[in-house]
C-alpha cells in the first residue's frame, strides 16, 4: 500500500490550499480514509476522515474550515483547506482509518505572515 500526499505549501492566514493523497495497493472507497496532520513538538492528530459512505467527521479546530472528499475513478482523497491559520501549520498525512499503514513523508503546509 502507498499512500502519497501532495500539494501543501506556505500561505499566508486566510489563504486555502487543497491536498492530495494518492493511494495505491487499496480501494479507498471501501475503506475509510483520514487526514492526519504533525504540529511542531506536537502528536500527530487526525483532522478530518470520510467513511465507506462518504459520512465526514472533522476535529472541532478545522470544523467548519476544511473539507474531506474523495475521487473514487482516481483512488485519491482531498483535504480542502480554506481560511488557514497559523496553528494549522504542520505535515499533513492521508492514511487509513483502523489499519495504518507507512506514514510517508507527508506534505508540509505552513501559514504565516
Known amino acids: 500500500v502507498q499512500l502519497q500526499a501532495s500539494g501543501g505549501g506556505s500561505v499566508l492566514p486566510g489563504g486555502s490550499l487543497r491536498l492530495s493523497c494518492a493511494v495505491s495497493?487499496?480501494?479507498?472507497?471501501?475503506?475509510?480514509m483520514g487526514w492526519y496532520r504533525q504540529a511542531p513538538g506536537r502528536q500527530r492528530e487526525l483532522v478530518a476522515r470520510?467513511?465507506?459512505?462518504?459520512?465526514?467527521n472533522y476535529a472541532d479546530s478545522v470544523k467548519g474550515r476544511f473539507t474531506i472528499s474523495r475521487d473514487n475513478a482516481k483512488n485519491t482523497v482531498y483535504l480542502q483547506m480554506d481560511s488557514l491559520k497559523p496553528e494549522d501549520t504542520g505535515v499533513y498525512y492521508c492514511?487509513?482509518?483502523?489499519?495504518?499503514?507507512?506514514w510517508g513523508q507527508g506534505t508540509q503546509v505552513t501559514v504565516s505572515s
Open positions: 492514511n487509513i482509518i483502523g489499519d495504518t499503514r507507512s
Open positions: 495497493g487499496i480501494i479507498v472507497r471501501i475503506n475509510v
Open positions: 470520510i467513511s465507506m459512505m462518504e459520512i465526514t
